[in-house]
Structures are given as structure tokens and as C-alpha cells.
């Protein structure tokens, strides 16, 4: 916990540490969906070296074949890239209409879908994810049987079978250590700082994704 009052930081064992100016840069942690399965060996989140290891070593022991990217923006694309290098057919799952929304309009997703399709990799777009299906046909938030498909709420689409999943749906700020000190927090997450990264809190600064600068 931090005592900002005091300006005093207690650590987990107990170990107390004073200080002048504190600076926040606990960074973010993969956002996932609450997308019945999430719990299912084979779903992953791709954000670490040691994520990538786990997914190398998941496709070599359950001889996977094909995988889905949950997520169409710059880090998906990524992912997506990073499981066609594997040897295992690639699925990308974007909800929104097109890739890369935040980035690019119509024009830019057309050029981009044919470039990432002239590699290998398929795009599905406006895709309404309903369940990460295990291999027993499970669909509940408890079953740890591995995953096995897709399931979508679109009208008409078939399950999608694949054996293995990635999570790339943005990032959350780890800011509850900040909420715990009072320190004023944007309403979906990060530390509030200003042009100078301070935050509302003297002696208190924030840097890096933790930090939330013009609600950005």
C-alpha cells in the first residue's frame, strides 16, 4: 500500500519505505473478455515472452492445427502473424467491421485484409464470439475440457473448429494500488496525470500505460 499523507510505502512482507516522490509505472495487464470458456487449456493471452513460450509449447504437445486471435487491432495482427509462423492456420476474430478500427477506415482495412490474406491468414469481421466450446462440447465458465471451437451469436455462422486460442483484446492499467491511495483514476481505468505526469496527489507521479493523459 502507499501512504501518500506519510509518504510511506509498505511493501507485501511488511517493509516499510519512505520517500520524497513516488512514481507510479506498474503498467497494464491483458484484458479478457468474459466470454464463457475463457478458463479452457488452450486459451491464451499473447503479451509476454512467456506467453509465447506457453503457446509454442501448447501446439507442439496437442499437435494444434488451427487457432484464433481474439482481437483485430495492432497487437492481434501480431499475434495472428506470430501463430501462422508456427505452421498453424491463423483466424483472426475482429467484432468491429473492420480492422485496426482505431487506426484506419474502409479503404485502409480493404488494403490490409489483402495483404494479410495474401499470407495465409483468414479475417473474420463483425464476429460475435458467444463461446470458447471445449472438446466435450461444454460451454460454461467451468469445464476445463481443452478448446475445441468458436461459437458465435451470428445469424448463420457455423462453430469455427480450432485448437487453440489467443486473447489480444486490449489492455487494462494496473491502477488499484493508486484507487487504494486515493489517487484520481480515469472511469475505465489508468492514472490521471497531467502535462507534467503529475497526479492529484503531490509528490505523486504517474509514466508509461499506467499513466492517463487527456483521458488517453
Known amino acids: 500500500s502507499i501512504d501518500t499523507k506519510a509518504k510511506r510505502i509498505v511493501g507485501?512482507?511488511?517493509k516499510e519505505v519512505d520517500y520524497d516522490v513516488a512514481v507510479f509505472a506498474t503498467g497494464s495487464f491483458p484484458f479478457v473478455p468474459p466470454i464463457?470458456?475463457?478458463q479452457r487449456p488452450g486459451v491464451f493471452v499473447y503479451r509476454t515472452i512467456e506467453d509465447l513460450e506457453a503457446m509454442l509449447e501448447y501446439v507442439k504437445e496437442n499437435n494444434v492445427k488451427s487457432a484464433a486471435v481474439i482481437g483485430g487491432g495492432l497487437l492481434g495482427l501480431e499475434a495472428a502473424k506470430a501463430v501462422a509462423d508456427m505452421k498453424v492456420e491463423s483466424?483472426?476474430?475482429?467484432?468491429?467491421?473492420?480492422?485496426?478500427?482505431r487506426q484506419i477506415d474502409q479503404g485502409g482495412h480493404d488494403a490490409l485484409v489483402g495483404k494479410i490474406e495474401e499470407m495465409g491468414l483468414q479475417v473474420h469481421c463483425g464476429a460475435r464470439t458467444e463461446s470458447f466450446v471445449g472438446a466435450d462440447g461444454s460451454t460454461d465458465n467451468e469445464s476445463m475440457s481443452p478448446v475445441s471451437a468458436l461459437r458465435f451469436s451470428n445469424e448463420g455462422w457455423d462453430d469455427l473448429e480450432v485448437q487453440m486460442v489467443v486473447v489480444s483484446a486490449g489492455i487494462k492499467p494496473r491502477d488499484d494500488l493508486a484507487r487504494g491511495a486515493g489517487i484520481n483514476t480515469g472511469e475505465r481505468g489508468g492514472i490521471i496525470v497531467d502535462d507534467q505526469l503529475r497526479t492529484s496527489v503531490e509528490g505523486v507521479y504517474a509514466i508509461g500505460e499506467i499513466a492517463l493523459y487527456n483521458n488517453f
Open 12 to 14: 507485501a512482507s511488511g
Open 91 to 101: 483466424h483472426i476474430i475482429e467484432f468491429a467491421d473492420i480492422l485496426m478500427c
Open 36 to 38: 464463457p470458456g475463457k
